[in-house]
């Protein structure tokens, strides 16, 4: 492809324009010598309509394992034998310590994540709204909330207790999604996130690559995000957990990854994209080049299951790429 | 025009074969902070087109370190310094071969040894030096450098009999500069040298230090010198300001600086080596990487003079991950 393609499409969204589908799957054509000058302009799409903030989010696993659901990547899976922890629902202190903690570390918003398929008749959630009320009592932190799917009454519930963005991923495309899950369906997370856009939360929801999906089923993934309007996009690579279905997948290389983050950011030039789980094993010393390819948030610390690094070598690494760990993200 | 244009007009003129001017490579010093990382792909796309997917590797060995006579404000191992480096004479021909083999189990595609000191003239342990080469040519397969200062035509002819395809010299910094980093041997001795090593046929790796202080257009007018003596490859070292040292104080430059240091060098020189040297751990952190995405296509690998680097592990696997390849013998 030609590199003009990708200067002739970055101005054309720079102007304000939306790209159709095809154009963004011309992007994925873009060669190796090529991948940088694309990240250059998605890193220009990314200043011009988020500007230089990057949000930093953190994690606290409130209750780990024992999941009924299938998917295929995941070591909290009842159907994978892995090392996960397995504990219930933490305390509503131990919950508090932990954002605490995240706080420390300097994330200005933490997500409490809960395992399990979701909060129909859980008999935690009432004590997960609880734990989320003294989060926000206790701490300055932003509060988001992953519990799984919702009922309307349960979203509605969440709001009121002063959430503000519901975390619930698509996980991959809808095409795709059979391959990854076959406990719940694709329209059951639909109705979710349905659910939390009526009850007035923002939302979070991305998904997993590198699980063996086409091109166009990350660009699927990409469009049915830009049409839910979602907030803020957490795009994890697999980590591929020894146990777990997709444990002999090989990982993609790091230019496909910094790739995907930059058509992202051109399908989605004003939303919050997220490098989540898998960067550290998958990125390894690229992940600095990440923060150039459009990437306008982090999550730090731990990952639910597994460790992340050091959270003031991610505050480092944003500082040297000449961006800003914000608490005061316009988002 | 905006900056972009700028950016995109030279590199069509480059990747079309053409020089770019002095001034137009100042102009690209002056773009905005967030055009820069455009100019690094286009960078990248200039190396690719001109060098290929190739990563040159060396590897140095302080063969004689520290009780240098001269002045060289960044240096560690000069006289006029307080500095705790190791000080020791040249070492023995059996360890010399020893590191040699070393660097060629760390995957380096050359090997180079260098000494503390002026240069050559009248120094006894000249012949030694030349054997040592000699011998690492039987005992590895790797490309033999050396780094030993000023030169005389003698010299240059006992190295080239050695076996040594490129010798290493630096010019340090622009000529403008010079004086300020070294006051006790002037910029045209090591021009003479370099021309010396030339006239050979030898092969030249000359580059410099950034971030010592100098501007934008000093750093400009170093490439441009090192174009006119068209040499092959060319060290760029981001300055480790070392205790004890003149420069001990100097401010760090910033990360994109650095990066954009490279992308010009690189429209300026079009088919070199740029050779990531020492400091760019410290300087760069986890924006290393970058630096092969900006038009760096060689590197030093494994520890430097006094200064530790990163490990030779951690490069080769960046160079995988970027999908480049080492260069072998």
Not at chain 2, 223 to 251: C, R
Not at chain 2, 306 to 312: D, E, P
Request: aromatic share 6%; proline share 3%; charged share 20%.
């Amino acid at each position: 492809m030609d590199y003009r393609r990708i200067i002739t499409l970055a101005e054309y969204i720079l102007q304000g324009n939306q790209i159709n589908y095809e154009e963004a799957l011309t992007l994925t054509q873009v060669g190796n010598e090529d991948i940088p000058l694309l990240a250059a302009f998605a890193n220009k799409i990314r200043q011009q309509f988020t500007g230089n903030g990057v949000d930093m989010c953190g994690l606290v696993s409130a209750r780990s394992g024992m999941c009924s659901e299938d998917c295929k990547f995941c070591s909290q899976s009842v159907y994978h034998a892995t090392d996960a922890p397995i504990y219930g629902l933490r305390t509503a202190e131990e919950i508090t310590i932990a954002a605490q903690q995240a706080e420390q570390q300097g994330a200005s918003r933490i997500s409490l994540v809960t395992s399990g398929k979701g909060m129909d008749h859980d008999p935690d959630f009432q004590k997960i709204i609880t734990a989320i009320e003294g989060i926000m009592a206790e701490t300055d932190l932003k509060v988001c909330a992953n519990l799984g799917t919702l009922t309307p009454s349960q979203a509605q519930m969440l709001a009121a207790s002063g959430i503000k963005r519901y975390a619930h991923n698509l996980e991959t495309s809808k095409n795709f999604y059979p391959s990854v899950c076959t406990t719940h369906s694709y329209e059951e997370r639909l109705s979710t996130i349905q659910a939390a856009k009526t009850a007035g939360l923002e939302l979070c929801t991305g998904g997993i690559i590198g699980m063996g999906e086409s091109w166009s089923d990350r660009i699927d993934l990409a469009f049915a995000l830009r049409e839910l309007d979602v907030t803020s996009i957490p795009i994890n690579i697999l980590n591929p957990i020894k146990g777990t279905a997709f444990e002999d997948i090989t990982p993609p290389t790091p230019l496909d990854i910094i790739k995907t983050f930059a058509i992202f950011r051109f399908i989605l030039p004003d939303k919050i994209i997220r490098p989540a789980g898998g960067r550290e094993i998958n990125l390894r010393d690229m992940q600095g080049q990440l923060m150039l390819s459009g990437a306008n948030g982090l999550i730090i610390g731990n990952y639910l299951t597994f460790s992340g690094r050091d959270a003031a070598a991610d505050f480092q690494m944003v500082q040297d790429a000449g961006l800003v760990p914000t608490n005061t993200c316009k988002n | 025009m905006t900056n972009y244009d700028l950016i995109f007009s030279l590199g069509k003129k480059v990747l079309h074969g053409d020089p770019i001017t002095f001034e137009e490579a100042v102009a690209l010093t002056q773009i905005e902070e967030a055009d820069i990382p455009i100019l690094l792909g286009v960078a990248n796309k200039v190396r690719e087109k001109f060098t290929g997917s190739y990563v040159d590797t060396c590897q140095i060995l302080n063969a004689r370190s520290g009780n240098c006579s001269e002045d060289c404000k960044f240096c560690a191992q000069s006289a006029h310094h307080d500095v705790k480096v190791d000080a020791y004479p040249l070492m023995k021909e059996n360890d010399i071969i020893k590191a040699a083999q070393k660097a060629e189990a760390d995957q380096a595609y050359r090997f180079c040894v260098v000494t503390a000191g002026c240069g050559m003239e009248g120094d006894a342990d000249f012949a030694k030096i030349a054997t040592a080469i000699k011998r690492i040519g039987s005992e590895t397969s790797l490309q033999r450098c050396c780094s030993l200062g000023t030169l005389q035509e003698d010299h240059v002819a006992a190295l080239k009999e050695a076996g040594i395809t490129r010798y290493h010299h630096n010019l340090e910094t622009s000529e403008s500069y010079f004086k300020e980093i070294c006051t006790t041997h002037t910029y045209q001795e090591r021009i003479d040298t370099i021309k010396r090593v030339k006239a050979a046929d030898l092969e030249v790796c000359s580059g410099g230090i950034i971030g010592m202080g100098e501007t934008w257009r000093q750093r400009i007018e170093l490439a441009f010198t090192l174009k006119e003596l068209d040499v092959d490859s060319i060290p760029i070292n981001v300055l480790n300001p070392v205790k004890g040292t003149a420069l001990e104080h100097q401010e760090k430059l910033n990360p994109m600086e650095i990066l954009q240091t490279f992308a010009i060098y690189r429209m300026i020189l079009p088919t070199k080596i740029l050779r990531y040297a020492g400091g760019r751990e410290r300087n760069l952190g986890e924006l290393v990487p970058l630096g092969f995405l900006s038009g760096i296509n060689g590197m030093l690998i494994g520890d430097y003079l006094t200064t530790q680097g990163r490990g030779a592990d951690k490069d080769i696997q960046t160079v995988s991950d970027l999908g480049l390849k080492l260069l072998e013998n």
